[in-house]
Structures are given as structure tokens and as C-alpha cells.
């Protein structure tokens, strides 16, 4: 569960940078930041990468797939399943592992917006609130399905964590969800092949048994076998032991 300590990090980081970026007044603690004005823009690298503060009531990156309550909940149940997830395969590989501490964080730091924030600033009730991006990236302009695109979506800390935990995985997928082939099982009387698909698992007392149990099988036939091969020998001697040559009842001429 140490992977966990990742998410918290990122958590915290996010929620910084997101009260540097929008401000903070709580007049009861004397804290009063004002952050920069909505819509605002600074370069931070150039003109490539600028803190641009927006809010978006939707998921990463500003898509918007419905009313904001039934996105909050949806988050809440992933959350969940993600961390039940990492509990129940804490002794999994380090990359399945990381990655969805990474996605977790990423949903924590946007469902905290989403759910404190118009009440934090009073401007919505619980689970109502906006999520705060901050963070341009600028690009060459294209266009696709008849829609030119002159920049990147803005997004935050928890969104770039989202977004590398999913990287983490297509990138990993081969190592992360790689099956061991199954080994032959040894018995006494030599390796077993392991099963296939739709098989059950291999008991080597089991297939012992059955081995000796034919092998007896074959014993017993070969044995009733030549029983009947002598018996048959006997008979034809005794039908044929006055008319062959030299017997008792040879004809003469």
C-alpha cells in the first residue's frame, strides 16, 4: 500500500497549485491570496507553455459528459474501485500498481474541486463546484471534423496524472499483464503436460492411477490372450493327433 503515498503527494500538489492559481481567502485564519484574475494568462515558457487560469465543469481536459452531479458520483464509485483495487493486488507488480495510483489521483484531485469548491468560494452548493485548470500548452493549428483546434486543452496537475497513469499502461501493457506459462507436472512416472484452456488442473496422484490403472487393463488383456491362444493350440493337437503323419490312423496304400 506504499504506492498509496504517491497519490497523497500528488493530491497535495494539485490542491497547491490549483489555490496559487484561483486564490484563497479565509478571513478566520487571516490568509488572503488572490491568485490571478479569471481568464488571465502568463507566459511560463515562451509562448509554448503559459499559466492560463480557467474553470470547467466537466472531466479532464474540459470534457463535458453531463450534469455535474452524476460526473461527481461516477468519480466517487471509480475512487473506490481504484483503491479497493490496489488494496486486493497489493503484492502486484509495481507498474499496475503505479499507474493506478496515479489515475486515483488524478480523480481525488478533481473530485475535491468538483465537490468543495463552490462552497469553499461560495459560489454553488456541494458537488457543484468547478475544477480549476491553470496549465496552456501551445501548438500548430489543425483542424479535424470541420473544428480548428489552436491549442491544447488546458488542464492541471491532476489531469497530467490521469494522463500518466494511462501511458504507464499502454506503454507497459506487455509487461503489466503478463501470464506465465504453465509448467509440466512430474510424477513418477515422468512429466505430465500441463492443462489447456477448459481443463481441469493436473492431479499427479490422479494421473498416476489412471496410468497404472491401464496399464493393468493392457496386463490383463494380453494375459486372457494368450490363455486362449494356448487353449486354442490344445485343441486343434488333440482334433488332428490320429490323422497326421506317422498316426495311429494314417491312411495307407
Do not use: C
Not at 42 to 55: N, S
Not at 56 to 74: E, R, S
Not at 85 to 108: E, M, N, P, Q, T
Not at 202 to 218: M, R, W
Amino acid at each position: 500500500m506504499k504506492v498509496l503515498y504517491v497519490t497523497i503527494v500528488v493530491v497535495i500538489f494539485d490542491q497547491l497549485t490549483k489555490f496559487l492559481i484561483k486564490g484563497l481567502k479565509i478571513e478566520s485564519l487571516g490568509i488572503n491570496f488572490p491568485g490571478m484574475p479569471y481568464g488571465s494568462s502568463k507566459p511560463l515558457i515562451g509562448d509554448i507553455v503559459k499559466l492560463t487560469f480557467i474553470e470547467n465543469p466537466g472531466m479532464a481536459f474540459g470534457i463535458d459528459v453531463g450534469p455535474k452531479m452524476f460526473l461527481t458520483i461516477f468519480t466517487i464509485v471509480a475512487s473506490l474501485f481504484i483503491f479497493f483495487y490496489i488494496y486486493k493486488h497489493r503484492k502486484d507488480g509495481i507498474l499496475i500498481r503505479l499507474s493506478l495510483a496515479l489515475i486515483l489521483a488524478g480523480a481525488v484531485g478533481n473530485l475535491i474541486d468538483r465537490t468543495f469548491y463552490g462552497m469553499i468560494y461560495k459560489y454553488a452548493p456541494i458537488f457543484n463546484g468547478k475544477v480549476v485548470d491553470f496549465v496552456q500548452v501551445e501548438f500548430w493549428d489543425f483542424t479535424i471534423f470541420g473544428r480548428t483546434y489552436t491549442t491544447w486543452p488546458i488542464w492541471n496537475i491532476a489531469d497530467a496524472s490521469v494522463s500518466a497513469g494511462f501511458l504507464i499502461i499502454l506503454f507497459f501493457h506487455n509487461r503489466i499483464f503478463k501470464t506465465d506459462e504453465p509448467q509440466p507436472v512430474t510424477t513418477d512416472g515422468g512429466l505430465v503436460s500441463p492443462p489447456v484452456d477448459g481443463e481441469y488442473p493436473v492431479n499427479p496422484d490422479a494421473v498416476a492411477l489412471s496410468e497404472n490403472s491401464i496399464q493393468n487393463e493392457q496386463e490383463q488383456k494380453i494375459e486372457v490372450n494368450d490363455t486362449l491362444l494356448e487353449n486354442s493350440q490344445i485343441e486343434d493337437t488333440t482334433e488332428n493327433a490320429g490323422t497326421g503323419p506317422g498316426g495311429p490312423n494314417e491312411n495307407k496304400n
